[in-house]
């Protein structure tokens, strides 16, 4: 789990988990416990995730904690000599707590 400071309102998300423990729900559980600490414990206002489109597990698993899909860009990134694109996904601390702030 790792969080890029974006300024002092914004920051990135994003997780790696191994194979072995995909789909068990782990993942979730640590995405939820940290996006309730950037938000109510470090007030940041914003928080995205870039995702490979082909990575259809943490499109999923974004979409599961409520990030909206805000951009798709076309090979905007060169990684290892190729042109890949990048999904950007945003959730918002007011639609974070309007999920589940009584949850």
Not at 17 to 36: C, N, P, V
Request: hydrophobic fraction near 35%.
């Amino acid at each position: 789990m790792r969080f890029i400071g974006e300024d002092d309102f914004q920051c990135e998300l994003g997780c790696t988990l191994s194979k072995d423990h995909q789909g068990k729900g782990f993942a979730t559980e640590a995405m939820k416990i940290t996006i309730e600490y950037l938000f109510n414990s470090l007030n940041k206002h914003r928080i995205i995730g870039s995702v490979d489109p082909k990575n259809c597990s943490s499109i999923r698993l974004l979409e599961r904690l409520n990030f909206r899909k805000e951009a798709h860009f076309k090979e905007s990134l060169l990684i290892e000599g190729e042109w890949v694109d990048d999904i950007v996904y945003g959730l918002l601390k007011d639609e974070w707590n309007a999920k589940y702030k009584n949850k």
